[in-house]
């Protein structure tokens, strides 16, 4: 057995031919680092399993450099090596590779579906390169890969987008953009990530733009305790304008001219009926968890007993049909793989009813047609009513009442006796056959039983038709003689 374990780690290997020259093959292990190669070995034995070509010059990666599938390598060690160009097809014959290190070379951009056919990678390490261009295919078909390390590149815009929704990139856990030519991220998106990414989001050392919602998104994680913020707080560094240096991002806290106020949690805010869900932002990925409600009863997976309560698959609590009384601080406890983690979020319930949007939309179309309609009711009367002047003007041209009629009914009343005669209709405003002691026109009291007559000289003055003091005038010019 010993005699077997020296010749394993001669070189030359075990099996004579297959092991490359200038290489040490260990069992399924090949070591040809420091070997002054400038091409890959050939040939290579298929039950390699970690091949080690680092502190060599290999400037390019052909997609010939392994000429036969490689079926149980799983690590590839390419780091101090001058490469300079890795081709699309050159990892076409080790599929199941889960360890790929190009750090430490000249790579100045990750084209077009580079790393597609490696669907069981894990590990990443493209770190100190000349990387300035990474296209947003280069990572496609990677559901599997959980670290990437992309730093001390020249990186002036990452694309974020990978890891929106988890669609691209579902199991990264680690991402270094630390040291490049960053200048601004969306912090907004990146807050909306969970947490476990976050504890793994390193972006120090880059040109960032001080901006308050970058403030608040590191201070948020420095108060949550996340390892990118904490462990590299001094390297968290941003430009201000007219500012030579650059400054801390966690002392922009009421600073000129920014003056950017302390992070605060978000409140979640519902309405009674709603139903809404809480969110359980832990720095550990899976593990078990539960939540105590504020009245400090558990729910843990199998639901609350009213059905109202649920936990979801990925830790979440579900509320339906949010009661009053349900509004509190709720807690999420959660069992880690290195300490357990308690997370609060509190939630308010406003006491009424939010309208929904099509209720909403109802509304709008109620007012705007009762607006029209208030319009056109407005304009039907001014424009459309009958003028008040003609009226007047047509029941003046009337023909006088005969003059048989009683002369106390024609003063009197100022409906003829005899309206009907020619058909015109006109409301009697009262008729009296013949006016009563003592009193007038309109009930007014007078002295004697008839009106006194009017003057015979001077002009004749303007009366209105209801002044009580010349009856005479209403009907005729001509004064009355008893």
Do not use: M
């Given at each position: 057995?010993?005699?077997?374990s020296?010749?394993?780690?001669?070189?030359?290997g075990?099996?004579g031919?297959s092991?490359?020259?200038?290489?040490?093959?260990?069992?399924n292990?090949?070591?040809?680092?420091q070997?002054?190669?400038?091409?890959?070995p050939?040939?290579?034995p298929?039950?390699?399993?970690v091949l080690?070509?680092s502190h060599?010059?290999v400037?390019?990666?052909r997609?010939?450099?392994?000429p036969?599938?490689l079926?149980?390598?799983h690590?590839?060690?390419l780091?101090?090596?001058?490469?300079?160009?890795?081709?699309?097809?050159?990892f076409a014959?080790v599929?199941?590779l889960r360890?790929?290190?190009?750090?430490?070379?000249?790579l100045?951009?990750?084209?077009e579906?580079?790393?597609?056919?490696l669907?069981?990678?894990?590990v990443?390490?493209?770190y100190?390169?000349e990387i300035?261009?990474?296209?947003?295919?280069?990572?496609?078909?990677?559901g599997?890969?959980?670290?990437?390390?992309?730093?001390?590149n020249r990186i002036a815009?990452?694309?974020?987008e990978?890891?929106?929704e988890?669609?691209?990139?579902?199991?990264?856990a680690l991402l270094d953009?630390?040291?490049?030519r960053l200048?601004?991220?969306?912090?907004?998106?990146?807050?909306?990530l969970?947490?476990?990414?976050?504890?793994r989001?390193y972006?120090?050392?880059n040109?960032l733009?001080?901006?308050?919602?970058?403030?608040?998104?590191?201070?948020?994680?420095r108060r949550r305790?996340?390892?990118?913020?904490?462990?590299?707080q001094?390297?968290?560094?941003?430009?201000?304008?007219?500012?030579?240096?650059?400054?801390a991002?966690?002392?922009?806290?009421?600073?000129q001219?920014?003056n950017?106020?302390?992070?605060?949690?978000a409140?979640?805010e519902?309405?009674?009926?709603?139903s809404?869900?809480?969110?359980?932002?832990?720095?550990w990925?899976?593990?078990?968890?539960?939540?105590?409600?504020p009245?400090?009863?558990?729910?843990?997976?199998?639901?609350g007993?009213?059905?109202?309560?649920?936990?979801?698959a990925?830790?979440?609590?579900?509320l339906r049909?949010l009661?009053?009384?349900?509004?509190?601080?709720y807690a999420c406890?959660?069992?880690?793989?290195?300490?357990?983690?308690t997370?609060?979020?509190?939630?308010l319930?406003?006491n009424?009813?939010?309208?929904?949007?099509?209720?909403?939309?109802?509304?709008?179309?109620?007012?705007?047609?009762?607006?029209?309609?208030s319009?056109v009711?407005v304009l039907i009367?001014?424009y459309?009513t009958?003028c008040r002047?003609?009226?007047a003007r047509?029941?003046?041209?009337?023909?006088?009442?005969?003059?048989d009629?009683?002369?106390?009914?024609?003063?009197?009343?100022?409906?003829?006796?005899?309206?009907?005669?020619h058909?015109?209709p006109?409301p009697a405003?009262?008729?009296a056959?013949?006016p009563?002691?003592?009193?007038?026109?309109n009930g007014?009291?007078?002295?004697?039983?008839?009106?006194?007559a009017?003057p015979?000289q001077?002009?004749k003055?303007?009366?209105?038709?209801?002044?009580?003091d010349?009856?005479?005038s209403?009907?005729s010019?001509?004064?009355i003689?008893v």
């Amino acid at each position: 057995s010993l005699l077997l374990s020296l010749s394993l780690l001669s070189p030359g290997g075990s099996v004579g031919a297959s092991c490359p020259p200038r290489c040490v093959c260990a069992s399924n292990l090949l070591s040809c680092s420091q070997a002054n190669l400038s091409t890959v070995p050939a040939p290579l034995p298929r039950f390699a399993a970690v091949l080690d070509l680092s502190h060599n010059n290999v400037s390019r990666l052909r997609g010939d450099w392994a000429p036969a599938r490689l079926p149980h390598l799983h690590a590839l060690l390419l780091s101090h090596n001058g490469l300079l160009f890795v081709s699309t097809e050159a990892f076409a014959h080790v599929p199941h590779l889960r360890h790929l290190d190009l750090s430490n070379n000249r790579l100045r951009a990750l084209d077009e579906n580079l790393f597609s056919d490696l669907g069981e990678l894990e590990v990443l390490l493209l770190y100190n390169n000349e990387i300035s261009t990474v296209d947003r295919t280069a990572f496609e078909n990677l559901g599997r890969l959980r670290k990437l390390y992309l730093g001390r590149n020249r990186i002036a815009r990452f694309p974020l987008e990978l890891l929106r929704e988890g669609s691209r990139l579902p199991q990264l856990a680690l991402l270094d953009l630390s040291a490049n030519r960053l200048r601004a991220v969306p912090a907004a998106e990146l807050q909306a990530l969970p947490a476990w990414l976050r504890d793994r989001l390193y972006l120090h050392d880059n040109p960032l733009a001080c901006d308050c919602s970058l403030f608040q998104l590191l201070d948020r994680g420095r108060r949550r305790r996340l390892s990118a913020v904490l462990d590299f707080q001094k390297e968290l560094r941003c430009v201000l304008p007219g500012v030579p240096t650059p400054v801390a991002i966690l002392a922009l806290a009421g600073r000129q001219p920014l003056n950017c106020s302390a992070a605060q949690e978000a409140v979640l805010e519902a309405h009674l009926g709603d139903s809404v869900t809480l969110g359980c932002d832990s720095r550990w990925q899976g593990g078990s968890r539960h939540w105590v409600t504020p009245a400090g009863d558990r729910v843990a997976g199998d639901g609350g007993a009213n059905g109202s309560v649920a936990v979801l698959a990925n830790g979440s609590l579900e509320l339906r049909a949010l009661r009053a009384e349900d509004a509190g601080t709720y807690a999420c406890w959660v069992a880690g793989p290195a300490a357990n983690e308690t997370l609060y979020v509190e939630l308010l319930v406003h006491n009424f009813t939010l309208h929904s949007p099509h209720d909403t939309l109802n509304t709008a179309y109620t007012t705007l047609v009762g607006c029209i309609l208030s319009v056109v009711l407005v304009l039907i009367y001014l424009y459309l009513t009958p003028c008040r002047c003609c009226c007047a003007r047509g029941s003046a041209e009337k023909v006088p009442a005969p003059r048989d009629d009683s002369i106390n009914s024609s003063v009197l009343s100022t409906t003829p006796n005899h309206a009907g005669t020619h058909g015109e209709p006109g409301p009697a405003l009262g008729a009296a056959a013949a006016p009563t002691a003592g009193t007038g026109q309109n009930g007014r009291f007078k002295a004697g039983g008839t009106p006194p007559a009017p003057p015979q000289q001077g002009p004749k003055g303007h009366r209105k038709v209801s002044d009580p003091d010349s009856v005479s005038s209403v009907f005729s010019d001509t004064p009355i003689v008893v």
